[in-house]
């Protein structure tokens, strides 16, 4: 006669530990609404609440979601404008500074937006956003494009019209 394996059973009990809860380390209108629950379950019934008081805090309450809604508005616009900046330099002559800090001048390829900062491939190697230091407009036929980047980090962009090769009308 076949016998099945017995599953052990997890214990509970006295001598486990209860789960525990990780302390939030912001305020949300949950929390806000509990706190403000407690108060009323808690308050003196000879000096009720005044109600001005309770719309105050309702009003409160209203305000810090509005300012939470708008911060995160606020993070997505500016990952908007990240991507759409990382998307124009392709093409462009792009300077950073190098882990020795010397100036490195390459032109860019192509953008990854696979972390929370684009990464911008000058030359073939991972370049973030943010530790682009200058960008000049790429001139076709000029090997020297982009090497006069200046060491206070302004970007300078050409106005594409000299030396482009490009005139008016006839293609």
Same mark, same amino acid.
């Given at each position: 006669?076949?016998?099945d394996?017995v599953?052990?059973v997890?214990a509970?009990?006295?001598?486990t530990?209860?789960?525990?809860?990780?302390?939030k380390?912001?305020m949300?209108?949950?929390?806000?609404?509990?706190?403000?629950?407690?108060q009323?379950?808690?308050q003196?019934p000879?000096?009720p609440m005044?109600t001005?008081q309770?719309?105050s805090q309702s009003t409160?309450?209203?305000?810090?979601?509005?300012i939470?809604?708008m911060?995160?508005?606020?993070e997505?616009?500016f990952s908007?404008?990240?991507r $759409?900046?990382? =998307?124009a330099?392709v093409g462009?002559q792009?300077?950073?500074? +190098?882990?020795? &800090? %010397?100036l490195?001048?390459?032109?860019a390829?192509?953008v990854s937006?696979a972390?929370?900062?684009?990464q911008?491939?000058?030359d073939g190697?991972e370049?973030p956003?943010?530790l682009?230091?200058g960008?000049?407009?790429?001139?076709?036929?000029?090997?020297?494009? $982009?090497?006069? =980047?200046?060491?206070?980090?302004?970007?300078?962009?050409?106005? +594409?019209t000299e &030396? %482009?090769g490009?005139s008016g009308?006839a293609?």
């Amino acid at each position: 006669m076949p016998t099945d394996s017995v599953t052990p059973v997890a214990a509970t009990g006295m001598y486990t530990a209860p789960p525990t809860r990780a302390p939030k380390q912001t305020m949300d209108g949950e929390m806000f609404m509990h706190l403000l629950v407690t108060q009323l379950q808690n308050q003196d019934p000879s000096s009720p609440m005044d109600t001005n008081q309770m719309i105050s805090q309702s009003t409160q309450l209203a305000m810090m979601e509005s300012i939470a809604t708008m911060t995160t508005t606020s993070e997505e616009n500016f990952s908007l404008q990240m991507r $759409g900046v990382a =998307a124009a330099l392709v093409g462009q002559q792009v300077s950073y500074y +190098g882990q020795d &800090g %010397s100036l490195i001048t390459g032109t860019a390829s192509s953008v990854s937006y696979a972390g929370p900062v684009p990464q911008v491939i000058v030359d073939g190697k991972e370049i973030p956003l943010d530790l682009v230091a200058g960008i000049n407009a790429a001139t076709p036929g000029d090997p020297g494009a $982009g090497q006069g =980047a200046d060491d206070a980090g302004a970007s300078s962009v050409g106005s +594409g019209t000299e &030396g %482009s090769g490009t005139s008016g009308g006839a293609a």
